[in-house]
Each structure stands twice: as C-alpha cells, then as structure tokens.
C-alpha cells in the first residue's frame, strides 16, 4: 500500500438492515439478523477458502465449517454455484488475476476478505464481479456466511464507508468521462492517470512502481491496458492522449 491517505481507512459502520440487490454491512456484525439461507430449502452453498497463507485460510475455514449452510469445498477445484472466499491483507495484480479467472473463467462466485483498499482499487475489485467485500478486523463467522451467502444470491454486501466510496469514485468517473466528449467511452481510471502522470514526469517502471507500491509488473500490465484498449502507439502516445484530455 502507498501513504496512509490512498488508503480507504475500515471503519466501524453503523446500524442497517440487508438490502435486496446491493447493502452496505452496517450494524453490528454479532447483533445484525439477516435471513442466512441459501437459494434453495435445505441446499448448502459449497465454499472455497484462499488465503496469502495457510493459517488464515485455516481460520476462515474454521469458521465457516460452523455454520449448517455452508459445505466446505476441499479439493480446490472451483466452478458455477461455488463461493470462493479470498482472503488478503492488500489488493494486488495477481490476486485481482485470480478472482477474474474464478468469476469470468469458473463461473463462481466471490467473496473478498481485505485488509485495506485503496480508493482507485475499488472499481478493479467490481470489474473483476467481486460484489462482496469484508474487512479483515470485522471477519467473524457470522459476517463471513452473510457475505457468502449474499455473494451466493448475486447481490452486493460491501462495508457502509466502502459504499459510500464507490459511489463518489463511479459519479466522479462519470463526470470526467461526460467531460470528455469524443474521447473513448471507458476514458481512463484514476490508477491509469497516476501511472501517466509519472510517466509524463520522466520516471521509469521501477520508479513508478516505487512511488505507487504496485510491482514493476503492475505498472506494465496498465501501461499495457491503456495503449491496447485506445489503440495507443506507446507510452508516449498514451501521455500526449491523457494530456490533449485533461486527465494530467
């Protein structure tokens, strides 16, 4: 992660009932009573558990095993109807690479489980159809099976304070790409525009990926993105388009 300011601070949420498509987690995870059932009387939702390391994937498992509506998958192999709960202290490429295989390629669905999320992050997370998220400090069993089963149904469960943010973060990006008329529908994310800008400042991928906490490969995954999805000569192409758009 980069200075504490990217970061999209946890906080405690505040009280709410579950919504139908998209809710936030507010209330208390211990005291808040939505209907924990899954799609079906009597089915169970078969969940697979990843963690960075085998101790937090032994806790979360731990927990969900508990719970009579979840049925553990062992065998690692996932595929459509199945839940894969991820969990992260941080986003990075290669666990965003993994939960578009798991929701795009196998057909499952995904639960993230998170220590902090930077405020440009947030939009890759949707991209990749993760629509529920949990912070680490706020992963109890009881949270852990209503983000589950939330993610079983299709619908959203996200913390109330990373609501609130990706709601600012979609509307800010589509008053720019609305300003911006002529320019490509997708315009540029805020993570394409830090990469641009420093490029445009004279910095290399190593120190870009320095300045941003992203790995050398991340850097050139987006450089590539950008030039690929506008149709961009290079690197310089793609500084002299964010410059004639008023992105940098």
């Given at each position: 992660m980069s200075e504490a300011s990217d970061a999209v601070a946890p906080v405690v949420p505040a009280r709410s009932g579950m919504g139908n498509r998209l809710h936030s987690s507010f209330g208390n995870p211990e005291t808040a009573t939505p209907a924990l059932?899954?799609?079906?009387?009597?089915?169970?939702?078969?969940?697979?558990?990843?963690?960075?390391?085998p101790i937090s994937r032994a806790g979360a498992a731990?927990?969900?095993?508990?719970?009579?509506?979840?049925?553990?998958?062992?065998?690692?192999?996932?595929?459509?109807?199945?839940?894969?709960?991820?969990?992260?202290?941080?986003?990075?490429?290669?666990?965003?690479t993994r939960m578009r295989k798991l929701v795009r390629s196998d057909g499952s669905?995904?639960?993230?489980?998170?220590?902090?999320?930077?405020?440009?992050?947030?939009?890759?997370?949707v991209e990749c159809g993760v629509g529920a998220i949990v912070w680490r400090?706020?992963?109890?069993?009881?949270?852990?099976?209503?983000?589950?089963?939330?993610?079983?149904?299709?619908?959203?469960?996200?913390?109330?304070?990373?609501?609130?943010?990706l709601i600012n973060r979609v509307g800010t990006l589509h008053r720019t790409s609305t300003g911006h008329a002529g320019g490509p529908a997708t315009g540029l994310t805020a993570r394409e525009v830090d990469v641009l800008r420093l490029v445009s400042e004279g910095l290399d991928t190593g120190e870009i990926a320095g300045k941003l906490s992203y790995s050398e490969r991340t850097v050139k995954n987006v450089?590539?993105?950008?030039?690929t999805r506008l149709h961009l000569r290079n690197r310089a192409h793609a500084v002299a388009y964010a410059l004639r758009e008023g992105y940098i």
């Open positions: 059932t899954p799609t079906g009387p009597g089915s169970r939702i078969p969940v697979l558990v990843e963690a960075q390391d731990s927990e969900l095993r508990r719970h009579p509506v979840i049925e553990l998958v062992e065998d690692g192999r996932p595929g459509p109807g199945t839940v894969a709960l991820l969990v992260n202290d941080q986003l990075d490429e290669d666990l965003l669905r995904a639960v993230l489980v998170v220590g902090a999320i930077r405020e440009n992050e947030l939009l890759d997370v400090h706020e992963a109890t069993a009881h949270r852990l099976v209503r983000a589950v089963v939330a993610a079983s149904r299709g619908d959203g469960d996200l913390p109330g304070d990373l609501l609130g943010r450089l590539h993105g950008i030039t």
